[in-house]
């Protein structure tokens, strides 16, 4: 896995994605239980979106910093410092969980079969018989994967603690192994370098997702290709799989 826990850039990384929804709006309309576990839940974006009354929302993340920010803002969910390839051992209680959802792309950052499996293993361990799991990832950029580097460009800008921030990013592409490296530099008003990062991440397709389920004792429910829920096809932005337990 992909050691970045965001702790060096959790403001700026959160000043970016904070106000997204389309992706919590889309969670929200399917949960079907009182119990929901967000798993790379970062400053607590997706958990505080599903939060609501008679429901418990617990948000696990790698990233101590990332939690504190999310405790900081409240908003009803329970945070939990853990790691989603051991679920085990992790402060999450014995009761099983309704919703297990995987946002935003943290599945990717499991870069090797191994932690893949374990993750999903660990997973459906924790899923009430009837629960169900979705696992929000990229879908693979076609018309990109034949270029194996591109140059670092504008990626995003805005405001964060206060002062103009702007993400440029780099990237590099491993064909054989499915290998999406993204180079991230923030920089201030004045062009200085506030931080910089190498965020990697291993691209999943839509048959090998229904491999992974079915080695994990999972099923595949359904897979759309965006928030609103279209079809799966290499013009559309996500891969977003719904599994349930095969037992």
């Known amino acids: 896995m992909s050691e970045i826990t965001y702790d060096g850039f959790a403001e700026l990384y959160e000043a970016e994605f904070e106000g997204r929804d389309l992706d919590v709006l889309f969670y929200a309309r399917r949960l079907q239980g009182p119990r929901v ?5 970062g400053a607590g974006r997706v958990p505080r979106g599903l939060a609501g009354p008679g429901r418990e929302v617990v948000g696990l993340d790698l990233s101590a910093k990332m939690l504190h920010i999310a405790a900081q803002r409240g908003g009803g969910p329970r945070y939990v410092l853990g790691d989603m390839r051991a679920l085990g051992a992790a402060d999450l209680g014995d009761a099983p969980y309704d919703e297990v959802i995987i946002p935003n792309a943290a599945f990717n950052f499991l870069l090797t079969r191994g932690e893949q499996r374990a993750c999903l293993e660990a997973v459906a361990k924790r899923l009430t018989p009837e629960g169900r ?11 990109l994967w034949a270029t194996a580097s591109a140059p670092e460009r504008l990626a995003w800008e805005g405001v964060a603690e206060g002062r103009p921030v702007r993400r440029l990013r780099a990237t590099t592409r491993d064909r054989v192994h499915q290998r999406l490296d993204l180079h991230d530099r923030y920089v201030g008003e004045h062009g200085e370098t506030l931080h910089q990062t190498v965020l990697r991440l291993r691209l999943v397709l839509p048959n090998e997702a229904e491999w992974m389920m079915e080695g994990c004792g999972l099923y595949v429910e359904s897979m759309v290709g965006d928030y609103n829920e279209s079809p799966v096809s290499d013009s559309r932005p996500r891969l977003i799989v719904s599994a349930r337990r095969a037992d």
């Open 133 to 143: 799991l979705t696992l929000d990832m990229p879908m693979p950029d076609f018309s």
């Open 37 to 41: 576990l967000v798993l790379g839940c």
